[in-house]
């Protein structure tokens, strides 16, 4: 049997390792270069106005009667009470960076592009508060088996900049709640900020209506994090492929033929490109081009990017084609 | 002899992919483990002159890309996760053979140390004693972890030879 295991152990490695594709080391560096020098934007957060207005948010833990505590949760209590206040807020943390749910006191801080955000939030648990600090300003949740999610805003200025701004999460349950409880939290970007980051790299890319331009795509990169293009009308022939990447994260594109009887899915890529995605000044980013050349018999191309988690509701992509 | 400390680059050509293999088969998510990975290095290249001086730099950034992953709270959702995201996040590549997803899920079921010590054992290619080093605890413990977790990735995966022992 060891010789069965060691030998579905060596396929896995075998297999995995040519689909790997590593952002390199100059993505590394650009992180690290980016930590060194983050810039000290101003942040402000929406709290403060939402408690005076008593939207959602309980009465804070020290007024409180106590009651009876009830133990402690095990583990298992506390990751499905995180896991029921994950859906409630809308967190799958399967696709994105922007949020977390735990059953105890934790922080996190999170690096934000320069934009206006919503944070919702939530308790889930039988009694109890929770104190959630973003960005300095705090927030007094009330927990129970079916709260209400409390949603407020973020902003995270730096008008001339794309920017990187580090906004520190603080949750800390009270004695009651510590133990018994899950917070969730999710941060979204707001619309008018998803556009200015998509725009921001479609002119990067340049102005449309390009001769010999054949496809082009626009977009913001949602949580799910991934962006893409079937295109019927590329057949064989040379191509320019033209793209950029405005805010946070790493980006790949795959170009490649549609799979025959697998509409949507590319076999093997004949073209891939990574690049960076560029937190400078605004009208500063950079476009990368690559050549490719679609072989006989391609019926539809489909251009396909794909970002890290970093990059997932915090990024805009645009990508052109032209022929050559 | 001196020996020159290894240099980033260097390191990361040699192991990036093999420690993405690692993270992978433990939690069930390849784009997941390649973020981690990725982080762990990042976390290394900005205080590199410490690290490159480590007897085994490599060790050091495999320990925090594990301390990354399993912070997340959703490393229990990870296996499925994977098999419902893998058609719409790397659909260019083909889908795994079912061999390898069985073994994924199978491992997926497995308790965290039998799982970790499996994946350090056959993926990183420890002996017995550099697991119980790296876990912190006594080689008659790993080799029982060993001996469980092949038992039950036998019984999963209805492997038909008998049961060895670790190498």
Known sequence: MTDQLE????????????????????AARGTVRRRRHRRTAVVTAGLAVLVAAGLGFGVPAHLTTSAPTPATLTNDERDALAAQ??????????????????????????????????????????????????????????????????????????????????????VRP??????????????EMGPGSQDRLRTAATD?????????????????????????????????????????????GYLTIAVGREEPGNPGFITEPVQTLGMSCSDGPLGTATPETVDFTMPKGTKATIVDTNTNLEARGQAGVAVRVVRR | MHRDPPTFDEVYAAHFADL??????YFGDRQEAQDVVQEAFCRALARWRKVSRYDDPVGWIRRVAWNLAVSRWRRARTAIGFLRRQPTVEPWADGPEPDRVALIAALAGLPGNQRRALVLHY????????????????EGTVKSWLHRGRAAMATQLNLTEPLGGER
């Open chain 1, 7 to 26: 030998r579905l152990f060596a396929d896995l490695r075998s297999e995995t390792m040519p689909r790997i594709v590593p952002p390199g080391v100059e």
């Open chain 1, 85 to 170: 206040a994950a859906e409630r807020v809308g967190l799958t943390p399967d696709e994105t960076l922007l949020g977390h749910s735990f059953g105890q006191a934790f922080h996190v801080t999170h690096q934000l592009v320069t934009g206006d955000y919503l944070v919702k939030m939530v308790c889930v648990g039988a009694q109890g508060h929770a104190d959630v600090r973003v960005a300095g300003s705090v927030a007094t949740l009330t927990c129970s088996a079916t709260p209400a999610v409390v949603s407020v805003p973020l902003s995270v200025a730096e008008p001339d900049l794309v920017g990187r701004t580090d906004v520190l999460v603080d």
């Open chain 1, 174 to 187: 009270d004695a009651v709640a510590e133990g018994r409880t899950a917070v969730a939290y999710l941060i």
């Open chain 1, 204 to 248: 990067a890319i340049g102005t449309a209506g390009t001769a010999g331009e054949v496809s082009t795509l626009s977009d913001f990169i949602a949580s799910s994090g991934g962006s893409g293009l079937t295109d019927a009308t590329m057949g064989p022939g040379n191509y320019r492929l033209i793209a950029a990447c405005v805010g946070a």
């Open chain 2, 20 to 25: 993405t293999v690692q993270l992978f088969a």
């Open chain 2, 123 to 138: 993926l990183a290619d420890m002996p017995v004693t550099e697991v119980a080093h790296r876990c912190g605890v006594a």
